[in-house]
């Protein structure tokens, strides 16, 4: 055998052994490129503004919505979690009962502070959450302005999620701790918004308070002022009487029956308290008010109250200020009667 056969001979195991082990690296390259999409998440189906309202909410009746809807507003659960927040069952109340003009002004009211969740869900790459809200957003209104600004926002952060999955395959680990790193901030950022709105409504409170305070000073002395001046016109009155009588001993001639009778001639209704109208609270209250004779409510005060405690302040303004409009037709002298108003809605 020639040395060239030899050399040929042995070469071949050489050739077989490099083609075997780049075929394998191609297979392995294969997998890798076909394992490579799957690995990569997938961005999560926006929820539609039809559907983002739980259908355990949807099922619940109006009442039932109502209270709910106030608890939750109470308890600052605004616009998350989903399924039991606010939010969700005021809008479904809304589409139970769309002429309710409570579930309307808490919606109005609820509209800014989930445009800025919805930011901050953005900005910390949250794009299931930040999808969430605006399907609330736009359900609540679907014309809202901020909708087109933080749909951009959404797809922004789901292309600079695909480029970082794309550059950087995430284990399980890391993947769950990120998840876990977003949770914790939206919970943050939650609580956040939550406490500057619970700071807010004491505030507000607050002030109403120092108004109300302000109003029913103001009211004691115009009460003053009203019973200073018709006992003022009634001693001018008792004056001209005596100047008039022919003897100071002569009897004052009896009053025509029916003389000192109250004969309403208008009784406006009061304003439903729109804090109370939200929250579904009704109740009632009992008045005491003076008519004087030119038939005008020349002083009123509040007897009894049934409402729930913390709408008290409010029915009972609301009672007194409805009172005080009252007119009827004029009386011998001065009448003080009672009467309940009622708050339903």
């Given at each position: 055998?020639?040395?060239?056969?030899?050399?040929?001979?042995?070469?071949?195991?050489?050739?077989?052994?490099?083609?075997?082990?780049?075929?394998?690296?191609?297979?392995?390259?294969?997998?890798?490129?076909?394992?490579?999409?799957?690995?990569?998440?997938?961005?999560?189906?926006?929820?539609?503004?039809?559907?983002?309202?739980?259908?355990?909410?949807?099922?619940?009746?109006?009442?039932?919505?109502?209270?709910?809807?106030?608890?939750?507003?109470?308890?600052?659960?605004?616009?998350?979690?989903?399924?039991?927040?606010?939010?969700?069952?005021?809008?479904?109340?809304?589409?139970?009962?769309?002429?309710?003009?409570?579930?309307?002004?808490?919606?109005?009211?609820?509209?800014?502070?989930?445009?800025?969740?919805?930011?901050?869900?953005?900005?910390?790459?949250?794009?299931?959450?930040?999808?969430?809200?605006?399907?609330?957003?736009?359900?609540?209104?679907?014309?809202?302005?901020?909708?087109?600004?933080?749909?951009?926002?959404?797809?922004?952060?789901?292309?600079?999620?695909?480029?970082?999955?794309?550059?950087?395959?995430?284990?399980?680990?890391?993947?769950?701790?990120?998840?876990?790193?977003?949770?914790?901030?939206?919970?943050?950022?939650?609580?956040?918004?939550?406490?500057?709105?619970?700071?807010?409504?004491?505030?507000?409170?607050?002030?109403?308070?120092?108004q109300a305070a302000a109003e029913a000073e103001?009211?004691?002395?115009?009460?003053?002022?009203?019973?200073?001046?018709?006992?003022?016109?009634?001693?001018?009155?008792?004056?001209?009487?005596?100047?008039?009588?022919?003897?100071?001993?002569?009897?004052?001639?009896?009053?025509?029956?029916?003389?000192?009778?109250?004969?309403?001639?208008?009784?406006?209704?009061?304003?439903?308290?729109?804090?109370?109208?939200?929250?579904?609270?009704?109740?009632?209250?009992?008045?005491?008010?003076?008519?004087?004779?030119?038939?005008?409510?020349?002083?009123?005060r509040v007897v009894s109250s049934d409402v729930p405690r913390q709408f008290q302040r409010?029915?009972?303004?609301?009672?007194?200020?409805?009172?005080?409009?009252?007119?009827?037709?004029?009386?011998?002298?001065?009448?003080?009667?009672?009467?309940?108003?009622?708050?339903?809605?």
């Amino acid at each position: 055998m020639s040395a060239s056969n030899k050399r040929h001979r042995g070469l071949v195991p050489v050739a077989l052994t490099v083609a075997v082990a780049v075929a394998l690296a191609g297979c392995k390259k294969d997998e890798a490129t076909t394992a490579g999409p799957q690995a990569a998440p997938t961005a999560a189906k926006a929820p539609a503004p039809e559907s983002v309202v739980a259908a355990s909410v949807s099922a619940m009746g109006a009442d039932e919505l109502r209270e709910a809807a106030s608890k939750a507003y109470n308890e600052n659960r605004l616009y998350a979690p989903a399924g039991n927040n606010a939010m969700e069952y005021y809008l479904a109340l809304r589409d139970k009962q769309p002429a309710n003009a409570g579930a309307a002004s808490a919606l109005s009211d609820l509209l800014p502070m989930a445009v800025i969740a919805a930011d901050q869900a953005v900005a910390r790459d949250d794009v299931d959450e930040a999808k969430r809200l605006v399907a609330l957003i736009g359900k609540a209104d679907p014309n809202h302005p901020a909708l087109g600004r933080l749909k951009a926002g959404i797809a922004g952060a789901e292309a600079t999620a695909k480029k970082r999955a794309e550059a950087q395959t995430l284990s399980a680990e890391e993947e769950a701790k990120r998840k876990a790193e977003l949770a914790k901030q939206r919970e943050e950022d939650q609580k956040k918004l939550q406490e500057q709105q619970r700071q807010q409504q004491a505030a507000a409170e607050q002030q109403r308070q120092q108004q109300a305070a302000a109003e029913a000073e103001a009211e004691r002395q115009r009460q003053q002022q009203a019973a200073a001046a018709e006992a003022e016109r009634q001693r001018q009155q008792q004056a001209a009487a005596q100047q008039a009588a022919p003897a100071a001993a002569a009897p004052r001639p009896a009053a025509a029956a029916g003389g000192n009778e109250l004969r309403p001639v208008s009784l406006p209704g009061p304003k439903f308290p729109p804090a109370a109208q939200r929250a579904g609270a009704s109740g009632s209250v009992q008045v005491e008010y003076t008519v004087g004779t030119d038939g005008s409510v020349t002083s009123a005060r509040v007897v009894s109250s049934d409402v729930p405690r913390q709408f008290q302040r409010d029915f009972e303004r609301e009672a007194l200020a409805a009172v005080k409009r009252w007119r009827f037709q004029p009386v011998n002298q001065a009448v003080t009667s009672r009467r309940t108003i009622a708050f339903e809605q």
